[in-house]
Nanobody
Framework: QVQLVESGGGSVQAGGSLRLSCARS????????MAWFRQAPGKERQWVTS????????YSFDTVKGRFTISEANAENTLYLQMDNLKPEDTAIYYC???????????????????WGQGTQVTVSS
């Protein structure tokens, strides 16, 4: 059974940092892309950043470039999202997901992602 379990969310003031974790298990080899998405109240789910597991380029939404970093620790089977210089507009539920590439690229098209975690809340106050 595929499992993705996020943790590390919480409340922080603007300018602060959080590191989200996603413990993953039984991810099929056919879904090598790992991504973080987020959904704010009343808004659609939005892609944040993604990568191909085992290394390779990372891709990020423009508004988080230079502030958020996706990484993985394969020995721990864990995906991370380091979030620095957080802003109130980053407030959302954050989800990790596993999916297939589009061509050779692990980009942020939600329809390519078959497996999702339950989400973790991040709240940034001004």
């Amino acid at each position: 059974q595929v499992q993705l379990v996020e943790s590390g969310g919480g409340s922080v003031q603007a300018g602060g940092s959080l590191r989200l974790s996603c413990a993953r298990s039984n991810i099929p080899d056919s879904t090598p892309c790992m991504a973080w998405f987020r959904q704010a109240p009343g808004k659609e789910r939005q892609w944040v950043t993604s990568m191909r597991t085992g290394g390779g380029p990372t891709y990020s939404f423009d508004t988080v470039k230079g502030r958020f970093t996706i990484s993985e620790a394969n020995a721990e089977n864990t995906l991370y999202l380091q979030m620095d210089n957080l802003k109130p507009e980053d407030t959302a539920i954050y989800y990790c997901a596993a999916g297939r590439p589009l061509g050779d690229y692990c980009i942020g098209r939600a329809s390519k992602y078959s497996y999702w975690g339950q989400g973790t809340q991040v709240t940034v106050s001004s």
